[in-house]
């Protein structure tokens, strides 16, 4: 029998906007339904950021296995080449997932947050229905949030299904493809290329711009292509995927940046060429929300143009990451238990799990150029720690932007291994406002990566000590 809730917060959708923001209402003792069609835990928990890292780590391992075995380079070897179980493999990956997911349910259950297992679909902006296969429920609240995420982008000449895979199919083989085919050089693209490339599969990426990760500069994804190229990754740049042909072998046909056409033989394309906010299928026509290009229009508080109704995360536009969904669902539960909140983060760090990792926070130079800017960057060469890792082989460095006349840090950059850690340090240092002196005056741990945060911030006073 269907049953009729008016809780004061609707939370449509379980992802890391989502579920955060449920968790906090419910800690602040807002009375909050949270509903997902899925798994708890949304894009990031169940087919992203988790289950990625998790296949990165296999391949990570299962790479440095071989090199082992191979090479005898720090006094290890191998009697035989590693083996590699990708089934295997996927199990521990869902095993991770699942023990996340379990928590996010355990967590929701102790913030009294009542979740309702089946997909919303509305009638009005605060009203819905939500059907499973064992809910059947109406909802009617004061406030609803939406944080319906996002999808893969389809490309119309390569729609998903059978050899054509968007990133959650290629997050689930359990056979491993002996040619892979990518369509997009973005971080997702190239962590899962470069994640494939380690387990063993010829890969072959196709961008259709001239250059890998085209949203940071070059400098910092100059390593990252070093890496690709003595892996033997090949890359067609400025170049347009036409078609994925049948036949014995498969072929994807590309336009490559010269005009001419080549044929790459493929076992599987994975297609990564973006993803679109999820406005389709639930209703959202039936309320008068603005649109902000693909995404929901929100203000610095994620209130959308209706009264009461919010938005967070992927929905609402870019950057589509996790830690920006968790920080907007966190703050809209605040706003609605009474606090003044408003949305403007100093810097949102972004990372490309690649190889080696990339950090970006805040400005590169040459977006801060024009105001006055100096910069320097501390190689890992000249880091004792990225010796002992056998991490300067890989080229990476520290970068710190910062003012010229009061020296206040405008942005953090930076490539090389295991580098992700940092991201916490170099965010926090903009969120406070640090000047080089702040950083120059920290006392680093030795021996650490984070030395060459330091050494970067002293180099670009002029007085660095290891170089
Ligand atoms: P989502 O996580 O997309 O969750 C939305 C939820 O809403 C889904 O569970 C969906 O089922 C549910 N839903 C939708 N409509 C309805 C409805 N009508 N009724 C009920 N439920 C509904 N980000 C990072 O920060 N770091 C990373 O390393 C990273 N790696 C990634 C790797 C991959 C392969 C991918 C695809 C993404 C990755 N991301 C990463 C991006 C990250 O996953 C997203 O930014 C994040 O999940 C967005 O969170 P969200 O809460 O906005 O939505």
Known sequence: MSETLRPKLLVVGSGPGGYVAAIRAGQLGIDTVLVEGDRLGGTCLIRGC?????????????????????????????????????????????????????????????????????????????????????????????????????????????????AVLSSTEALALDRLPRRLAIVGAGYIGLELGTAFRKMGCEVAIVEAQDRILPLYDEELTAPVRRWLD????????????????????????????????????????????????????????????????????????????????????????????AHKAMAQGEMVAELIAGERRHFAPAAIPAICFTEPEIVSVGLAPREAAGEGVLSAQFPFAANGRALTLEGERAGGFVRVVARRDNRRVLGIQAVGPQISELAGEFAHALEMGAVLEDIAGTIHAHPTLGEAFHEAALRALGHPLHI
């Not at 720090?74 to 996927?90: E, T, V």
């Not at 064992?134 to 299904?161: I, K, Q």
């Not at 072998?249 to 940046?257: G, I, K, P």
């Open 230 to 321: 003595r892996a033997g990754v090949r890359l067609y740049l400025g170049a347009q995927a036409l078609r994925l042909r049948d036949g014995e072998v498969a072929t994807l046909e590309v336009r490559t940046a010269s005009g001419e056409t080549v044929a790459l033989p493929a076992d599987n394309v994975l297609s990564t060429v973006g993803r679109r906010p999820r406005l389709a299928g639930w209703g959202f026509e039936t309320m008068a929300v603005d649109l902000a290009g693909p995404f929901v229009a929100v203000d610095d508080q994620c209130r959308t143009a209706m009264r009461n109704l919010w938005a967070i995360g992927d929905l609402v536009g870019e950057p589509m990451l």
């Open 50 to 162: 988790i289950p990625s890292k998790a296949l990165i780590h296999v391949a990570s391992r299962f790479a440095e296995m071989a090199d082992t075995a191979g090479l005898r380079r720090i006094g290890l070897s191998l009697d035989r080449p590693p083996a590699l179980d990708l089934a295997a493999a996927m199990r521990w990956k869902d095993g991770v997932v699942g023990r996340l997911e379990a928590g996010v349910a355990a967590l929701l259950e102790r913030a009294k947050v009542r979740v309702l297992r089946g997909w919303a679909k509305f009638s009005d902006a605060k009203t819905c229905r939500v059907t499973g296969p064992d809910t059947d429920a109406s909802v009617a609240a004061e406030h609803v949030l939406l944080a319906t995420g996002s999808l893969p982008t389809e490309l119309p000449e390569l729609p998903f299904g059978g």
